[in-house]
């Protein structure tokens, strides 16, 4: 893919982490609100801090992404948000699946990009 087309994709998903990061933490926008199934859910992952730790990760992997260092570590750590995400979605609230879908899309487009630092990792 293009340099500059990644860099753009690189950006926008580094602001996107961000706000709705900062968004968690400091609750300056309502997000919608969960379907009934899935008010128990939402209750466990408030009460245990869980969504704290999301908030921090994504606000984490969107300055990394924004300052380009430590950017490979950061899309690994964010792929387990991102799947977990796209599971919730599908099993208590598959009417918004698609910004769930944006976010691991756009984090595999990065882990794609990063490819090369994985190799080491990798390694059997």
Do not use: C, Q
């Not at 997000?31 to 009460?47: D, K, N, R």
């Amino acid at each position: 893919m293009n340099s500059k087309v990644l860099m753009i994709l690189r950006i926008v998903f580094a602001l996107a982490l961000l706000f709705f990061g900062a968004n968690k933490l400091f609750h300056f926008m309502d997000p919608p609100a969960p379907p009934a199934e899935a008010m128990g859910y939402w209750a466990a992952l408030t009460t245990a801090k869980t969504m704290t730790l999301v908030a921090i990760v994504e606000v984490a992997a969107g300055l990394s992404l924004l300052l380009n260092k430590y950017a490979a570590l950061m899309m690994v750590i964010l792929m387990s948000v991102s799947v977990n995400a796209v599971l919730y979605h599908i099993t208590m609230d598959s009417a918004s699946i698609a910004m769930a879908l944006v976010l691991i899309a756009l984090n595999i487009v990065m882990l794609y990009n990063y490819k090369d630092k994985y190799k080491d990792m990798l390694k059997g």
